[in-house]
């Protein structure tokens, strides 16, 4: 059975307990929401998003996906779904990962819930997954969307960061109309560091010698190439389940980072880089440097402890893309 259907009957099963268990835990839930806003949001961006509308408040969303777990692979628990049950707000991607909401919704207390689907928000401009040239196929869609899957990776651009950003603010607004101002207020300013940001990106590739990139790894950020016009190179499209290359990729690989002369080798957060590795053995000088993009697929507690942010990582992401293209 495919991956997707595994975690929908799983989704399914988490949900037929829930409902014989929620009327017990009703109480204790509204008391919970009514300590104030509840916001949850399954991806670290969504998070961080919300984090920074709700500035200003005595409220911190929740982060369901934690300590560094891909959301590729998350299972929700009973815990989870019952945290989400009384959300005020819910912040999620929408693609095939998240197969699993759509039950977990069917089955909320909150009736009046309001839900940001980041694809949906950005339905017109959204991208299909592509199997580019050279590029291991390994992408275990449903026989029903072979060949027509989005890709899920959207808040890597920051375009598109900007238009979940209002989406989120106007949810807020919905929500929790006592504070709707300091919620706009708060976007007003927030969208005008998204767009300093996306000056210098556009400022950076511009100046600079190359303008492609090549992944030893998977590639989820088709949405941040395709808004400043970088080609790439990769191994595994950004959905990827594989983890193995075969010797084809990695040769075809390895004979454009020597027909291109490229710098650098990039590789997503919590990769091994064996397969960068391997890539950057079979050139002829050998001498390509491994760099890391970060997806934030798998940010960690501790990372967003030590104050981690959409902004900073994207800020970082950027130097790394000035080494890449030079």
């Not at 969303?61 to 707000?89: C, E, R, W, Y």
């Not at 990827?240 to 390895?254: N, P, W, Y």
């Not at 960068?276 to 990372?303: F, G, H, P, R, Y």
């Not at 402890?305 to 900073?312: F, I, R, T």
Request: hydrophobic share 40%; net charge negative; charged share 20%.
């Amino acid at each position: 059975m495919k991956m997707m259907k595994i975690k929908h009957w799983c989704t399914l099963l988490v949900c037929a307990f829930l409902a014989f268990a929620m009327t017990g835990c009703q109480a204790e839930q509204t008391s919970q929401a009514d300590d104030g806003l509840k916001v949850v949001s399954t991806i670290f961006p969504g998070y961080d998003w919300a984090r920074e509308l709700m500035n200003g408040t005595d409220v911190t969303p929740q982060l369901m996906m934690k300590n560094g777990v891909d959301m590729h692979s998350f299972q929700p628990t009973a815990a989870d779904i019952v945290s989400l049950s009384d959300a005020d707000v819910f912040i999620y991607v929408g693609g095939e990962s998240d197969v699993w909401v759509a039950d977990a919704l069917a089955t909320a207390q909150n009736k009046n819930m309001v839900t940001v689907n980041m694809m949906d928000v950005l339905s017109d401009d959204l991208h299909l997954e592509e199997l580019a040239e050279g590029m291991e196929s390994g992408h275990d869609h449903d026989d029903e969307t072979e060949g027509e899957t989005y890709d899920e990776h959207v808040w890597l651009s920051i375009d598109n960061a900007e238009s979940i950003c209002t989406a989120i603010a106007d949810a807020l607004c919905t929500a929790d109309e006592q504070h709707a101002q300091q919620y706009q207020d708060n976007l007003a300013d927030y969208l005008q560091k998204l767009s300093d940001l996306d000056t210098r990106y556009q400022q950076t590739i511009e100046n600079s010698a190359r303008n492609v990139v090549l992944f030893g790894d998977r590639f989820p950020f088709i949405y941040l190439t395709e808004e400043y016009g970088l080609e790439y190179y990769a191994a595994f499209p950004g959905c990827s389940a594989e983890s193995e290359a075969s010797f084809s990729t990695i040769s075809f690989l390895a004979g454009k980072i020597d027909e291109l002369s490229l710098p650098v080798v990039l590789t997503i957060d919590g990769s091994d880089q064996k397969i960068a590795k391997t890539i950057i053995e079979n050139t002829a000088n050998q001498d390509a440097k491994i760099l890391t993009l970060d997806s934030m697929q798998s940010v960690t507690d501790q990372q967003i402890d030590e104050g981690v942010s959409y902004l900073s990582i994207m800020e970082n992401n950027l130097t790394v893309l000035k080494e890449a293209l030079s």
